[in-house]
């Protein structure tokens, strides 16, 4: 007995610490964080308002408003900075994006910014190398008097010849160039492959306490894109609909399997960047997966970010200057309830 009441106690902190050792900055970051949304197809745009979807500082105020406790700004530098030494970025765009910044912060809402849609490093990232170290460089200095509530997302979605193994080996050297102006803002790293689960596999984490990991998530795809142009073979999944069964549900929890472990592993917390169903899917539908997701990311300590404010994705109806009040509900008041009995589709 005596023996027994010796190892019960370890075998309860063996099973305990890794939730206890989950702690920390980046961790208090995350739970601020809480739930966000995009500022898609605004900045990330080749040119601001070539996708239809032009800033409006109005967006904020109806983001806080609402509840939401962050937001997410996808930025496109390449294009706004010189293609040769010194890569400098234009200070009319930097100016831009300060505003941006500060009608969030003016609003009680967490902003995070990042780099999207950077071709030139895709295609060629050893000989595009410099500009972007530069260019986080440049944008950290220019942000570091900013509070906490200002975070920066190294890269979106790293793919194509912008590799696993490179990416492990440009995110330690851009954090090195951030935290020379910023020694403890949080930062976000995403994975390879994309930015989706299947990334995590290489993902090697650089010894910092102020990061979170950020993942994104649009499964099941067929569904989440169905009719998305610049998704081939889109039109064919037209009518996929997302029903809320214990199957479909248990898909969704598996898929996050190897994150939770990761985050246990790592000791790094996880930030949903990007999820949402696109506008050609069933309103039903998207309202149920969105509903379901979004409480099971809160209920595992993910905050999220859903993709996207006022565009093909979005919750609010800018042309009509109204809010898709059922997608709202389902991000931030629906309860997931009961699964849905098998349809037998």
Not at 8 to 24: E, I, K, N, R
Not at 151 to 166: A, I, K, R, Y
């Amino acid at each position: 007995m005596r023996n027994l009441l010796i190892i019960l106690p370890l075998v309860a902190c063996l099973t305990l610490s890794p939730l206890l050792s989950q702690t920390g900055p980046a961790f208090d970051m995350n739970e601020r964080l809480g739930r966000g949304i995009n500022l898609g197809n605004i900045f990330e745009a080749p040119s601001e308002g070539e996708w239809g979807n032009p800033w409006d500082p109005d967006f904020c105020r109806i983001i806080a408003e609402l509840g939401f406790d962050h937001i997410r700004v996808p930025v496109r530098w390449e294009p706004r900075s010189m293609e040769q030494p010194p890569y400098t970025i234009d200070a009319s765009f930097l100016e831009r994006i300060k505003g941006v910044v500060d009608t969030a912060l003016e609003q009680g809402l967490h902003v995070i910014i990042n780099m999207h849609h950077h071709s030139r490093l895709l295609n060629d990232p050893e000989g595009q190398k410099q500009r972007f170290l530069s260019q986080w460089e440049q944008i950290a200095g220019y942000f570091s008097h900013y509070p906490d509530s200002l975070l920066f997302e190294v890269f979106n979605e790293p793919h194509g010849d912008f590799t696993p193994e490179m990416w492990n080996r440009f995110f330690p050297e851009a954090l090195t160039r951030i935290r020379a102006t910023n020694p403890g803002r949080i930062v976000l790293v995403g994975t390879a492959e994309w930015g989706g689960l299947g990334g995590l596999r290489h993902l090697k984490i650089p010894d910092d306490e102020r990061l979170i990991l950020t993942i994104h998530y649009y499964n099941p795809f067929r569904f989440t894109h169905q009719g998305a142009s610049w998704s081939s073979g889109a039109d064919a999944w037209l009518g996929t609909r997302w029903n809320d069964t214990e199957e479909e549900r248990r898909a969704v929890e598996d898929d996050f399997k190897p994150a939770l472990e990761f985050s246990r592993r790592h000791n790094i917390p996880v930030h949903i960047g990007e999820f949402g169903a696109y506008s050609r899917a069933d309103m039903d539908s998207r309202v149920r997966w969105t509903t379901f997701v979004s409480r099971f990311f809160e209920q595992q300590g993910f905050s999220w970010a859903y993709w996207e404010f006022s565009a093909g994705f979005g919750i609010y109806d800018r042309n009509r200057g109204r809010l898709r009040q059922e997608l709202a509900d389902a991000l931030l008041r629906n309860r997931a309830g009961e699964p849905a009995a098998a349809t037998g589709e």
